[in-house]
């Protein structure tokens, strides 16, 4: 931040902290998309990396509802945010469907979940770019990526890729594959984030 950091700010990242760290020891029994008719295959942009939704996902842990999108707060709208509640407190799902995706990772005991950073495109700050979820078995990953004629286009961005194949995820430098060489950045909690925001350039 160019500024001290206000209590909305702090409120807002610790929430993201706290929320996706209660996920570990815990199950996903429900991820919900919201889709046109017409997307039977659960993706709204084709392409070979993963499911491209042009909105956020909708999960049921434990019988309770979370909001999974690019739902940021005050005026940043570039990067994920994690929050308790229907999809439809933090986005206008207009002529959707709401789809149960069937993903392998669904009832699994989550045993790991990890949030990674990205340097904003305005401004000296981070905000979450991806969100990533473990089980003995399975991988799943929520990333702030656009992908358009099969390709992705840019980062950051409003739509989300949602990735279940740690292979994809390498190659394109995403999460813990982008710690080196994609501008990804992985802080254990705000302070950390504070210490590297003294080094933006």
């Known amino acids: 931040m160019t500024t001290m950091w206000n209590q909305e700010e702090i409120n807002e990242y610790q929430n993201i902290f706290d929320l996706t760290n209660s996920f570990i020891g815990k199950q996903i029994n429900h991820l919900i998309f919201f889709l046109d008719d017409e997307d039977i295959d659960y993706n709204e942009q084709d392409n070979i990396y993963g499911k491209s939704l042009l909105n956020g996902v909708e999960i049921v842990l434990n019988n309770e509802k979370y909001y999974l999108g690019n739902y940021f707060f005050a005026t940043h709208y570039n990067?994920?945010?994690?929050?308790?509640?229907?999809i439809t407190?933090?986005?206008?799902?207009?002529?959707?469907?709401?789809?149960?995706?069937?993903?392998?990772f669904l009832n699994e005991t989550i045993i790991d979940a990890k949030i990674y950073w990205h340097k904003a495109f305005a401004g000296k700050y981070f905000v979450p770019i991806e969100i990533t979820f473990e089980t003995i078995k399975h991988f799943i990953q929520f990333s702030a990526i656009e992908v358009?004629?099969?390709?992705?286009?840019?980062?950051?961005?409003?739509?989300?890729?949602?990735i279940e194949n740690k292979?994809?995820?390498?190659?394109?430098?995403?999460?813990?594959?982008?710690?080196?060489?994609?501008?990804?950045?992985f802080f254990r909690n705000i302070d950390e984030i504070k210490e590297a925001e003294k080094n933006i350039a």
């Open 79 to 86: 990067g994920l945010n994690l929050k308790k509640g229907n």
């Open 89 to 104: 407190e933090f986005e206008f799902i207009e002529n959707k469907t709401s789809k149960n995706y069937p993903s392998k």
């Open 148 to 162: 358009n004629f099969g390709e992705v286009n840019t980062e950051l961005t409003d739509e989300l890729l949602v």
């Open 167 to 185: 292979l994809i995820a390498e190659k394109l430098n995403l999460g813990e594959f982008g710690i080196e060489n994609n501008g990804r950045k």
